[in-house]
Structure formats: C-alpha cells, structure tokens
C-alpha cells in the first residue's frame, strides 16, 4: 500500500479507521481466534548492538547479564510446556548479531531447531542477521517463521542503532524469503518516531513479496540504562490506529499485539484486537520483560469471547505475488 493512502487511511475518524480495519480482519479472520506464541530467549544479554530500546546491549547498564546459550534439554521442557499450556507458536530469541554457518553457536541452534520442530508447533527464531546458507539450514532444520523486525522508517532507524544499518535488516528478511521460510516483521511504537514514520514502516512492510506471514506491533517497554529509558508513553489509541492500518494494508498477516502488554489496560488491549490484533505472545516473560501472567490472558480472551487458535504446524509460507516485483530488494 502507498504512503499516502496509509496516511489516509491513519487520519480518518477513529471509528471510521476502526470499521474499515474490521471490516477486512472479518473476511479473512472470520474465527474469532487469537494465536497463542511463546517466546523464550534462549541467549541473553551480551550483544554487540546499540540498539536504543534494548536491554540486551552489551554497551547498556540495564542489569541484565550476558549469558550462555541454554541447554537444549532445558529449551525442549519449556517448548514441550509451552505446547501443554496452548501455545502453537514456540519462539526462541538471541541477543546475537546474527548467526554464521561452521560455527559452534550455529550447528547447536540447528540441533535445537530440529528437535523442538517435531513437537507440532509452528517454529519461529530471531537470531540477528543470516547470509542465504544460514537461511536455508534453518529451513531445512524445521524453522516455519523468522522474526527480524525493520522496527521504524528507514529514515528514523540511524537514530535508534548505529552498529547496523536497515538495508542490513532488508538484505536478512530477502534470505530468509528466498529460503521459504515465513517472514515475521514488524516494529516498534515510541522511539520518538513521528507517525509519518510509522506509515512509512508500514509502507515498506506492506510491500513486501512475499507478503510477511505476521506483524509484530511492539510498544516500547522503556528499560532502565537504555538511552530510550525516558522516552514518552506511545497514546492507545496510536497504537490502536497503527494496528488498524497494518490489518488493511497486509489482510492476510497475523498481527501480533507484542511487548508493552503490561501497560495497556484489558480495555485498550480489547481496543488492539478489535482494530485487527489476533497474536500476542503468552507466558509471564517475554525475553528479559515482563507480560501479562497467562491467567490473566486466559481471563480476558474468555470476556471477550475469543478462543486460542488451533495448532497449524503445517503452516506454508505466504506465496509470490508475481505481478508485483519481489521486495524487499531487487524491486
Ligand atoms: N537480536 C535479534 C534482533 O534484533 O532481531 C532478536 C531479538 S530482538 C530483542 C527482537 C525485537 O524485540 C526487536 O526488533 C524489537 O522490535 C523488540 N524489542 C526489543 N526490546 C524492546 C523493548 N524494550 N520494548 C519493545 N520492543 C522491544
Ligand atoms: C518481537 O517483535 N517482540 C518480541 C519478539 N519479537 C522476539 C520481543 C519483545 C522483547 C521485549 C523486551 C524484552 O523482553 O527485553
Ligand atoms: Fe542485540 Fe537484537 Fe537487542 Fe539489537 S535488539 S541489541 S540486535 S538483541
């Protein structure tokens, strides 16, 4: 979708925005169903990245300590949980750069992905930057879905992080769609981003081909030591039109209403899944923060009469449109 008919789109009427949005998630998410994911961060802290927002640089002071990469027996009995307790999507995070074939690090990450990929759940990583031989081995290994986030604008992004750069995040998600494995991309809200800024991420994502399988929409949870620890609270009802605008312009795409649970009340998070949110991530923690306790989530979905979704470990990757270019890249 172009810029100016998401800016459009942005500035109707709340309610007119909020209609448009329901009318599309009704035709292509008739089930009233949100998907469950569980996320755990399987190497935390350490990382070579300045990231702004993030609790995981290694350059912050934010308390949270560089580990190791955990056991894989300790990850299958948190996967195996997750599966018990609804979950239909295991993600397994690293504060990593990214990964490379013939090392150490990497083959232990395949040999994790293979056995937590024959528990039936939908397998996602986020691993950092991948070259095309390490998309392909996560394929092939059984990963259904990548996560890396373009986060903002291109525009904006050089004032979040400067040890990488947003062709760097185009280049990875290009591997990870020539490898066939879904795209999960999305970004952030509250980076001191205008809303132009946020279009123009949706614009991008938009355009992608294959389309991204999901959106994650996280609103930044503001982390102690970070330079973006003091940054100004993102209003619901942004995040609300935001969320709107992704649900019109990418229909088919899950979106996942992620971090920053915790600071919206079970009314504005209602608000999120009506404008088109049908994905959170389940469980106390998210990678270092924290998340609604799932009875809670349970509470609310309950009010609100929406079910988990069922399992779809099956899951193809959304296909080419091929009268449009390939994007990102060689477009
Ligand atoms: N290292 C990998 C990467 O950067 O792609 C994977 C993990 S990284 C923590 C995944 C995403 O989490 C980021 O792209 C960002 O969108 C989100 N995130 C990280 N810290 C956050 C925070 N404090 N508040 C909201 N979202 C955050
Ligand atoms: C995404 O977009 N959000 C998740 C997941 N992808 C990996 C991560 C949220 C992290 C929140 C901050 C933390 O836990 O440190
Ligand atoms: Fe590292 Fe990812 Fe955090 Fe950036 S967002 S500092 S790459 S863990």
Redesign the pocket.
Known sequence: MKFQDLKSLYELPFFELLARAREVHDVHWPKNEIQLCTLLSIKTGG?S?D?S????SARYKSGVDAERLMPKCDILERAQAAKENGSTRFCM?????GVKKDTKRFDEVIDIVKSVSKLGMEVCT???ELGPEEAKSLKDAGVTAY???I?TSPEHYPNIVSTHTFEDRLNTIRNVQDAGMSVCS???L?LGETVDDRLKMLEILSNFNPAPESI?I??????PG?P?AGANPVDTFDVARTIACARVSVPKAKIRL???RTALSEEAQALCFFAGANSIFYGDKL?T?KNPQSAQDLKLLKKLGISPQSPNPEMESPEINSELPLAPQNA
Do not use: F, R, V
């Open positions: 990382c990245e990231c927002y993030c609790a995981q995070g690293a504060a990593w750069k986020t691993l950092g996560n890396h986030n986060d999305g970004g952030i509250g994650p996280n609103k930044l949870m503001p982390m970070t973006l992620s971090a920053g990678l923060a």
